[in-house]
Nanobody, 124 residues
Framework: QVQLVESGGGLVQAGGSLRLSCAAS????????MAWFRQAPGKEREFVAT???????YYADSVKGRFTISRDNAKNTVDLQMNSLKPEDTAVYYC??????????????????WGQGTQVTVSS
């Protein structure tokens, strides 16, 4: 089992930046692919960004060029740097992990573990 805990959410004005962090604990001797998803009120959870064990990354078109995902395998953490934030980025952001360390986690079906979520609110 792996536990994922997110931090770093909050309220920011449009155009501002936030950095989310996700710390993994538990059975972290195995390597995992990691990702960030988000869910806005009344909408389905959607893919944001993913990174494999070997640091191959992939982004949703809506955040490409503004968000950067990174990981520290020694510390078992994955971060999401969010720049040029827009009101439409407002959502609960979830950290996710997959036991297959080489997969690009682009859909919820590939996720084995979820964090509890952290709120990001972007004001206009």
């Amino acid at each position: 089992q792996v536990q994922l805990v997110e931090s770093g959410g909050g309220l920011v004005q449009a155009g501002g930046s936030l950095r989310l962090s996700c710390a993994a604990s538990g059975r972290t001797d195995s390597s995992y692919a990691m990702a960030w998803f988000r869910q806005a009120p009344g909408k389905e959870r959607e893919f944001v960004a993913t990174i494999t064990r070997s640091e191959v990354t992939y982004y949703a078109d809506s955040v490409k060029g503004r968000f950067t995902i990174s990981r520290d395998n020694a510390k078992n953490t994955v971060d999401l740097q969010m720049n040029s934030l827009k009101p439409e980025d407002t959502a609960v952001y979830y950290c996710a992990a997959a036991r297959n360390s080489l997969v690009l986690i682009t859909t919820s079906s590939k996720v084995n573990y979820w964090g509890q979520g952290t709120q990001v609110t972007v004001s206009s």
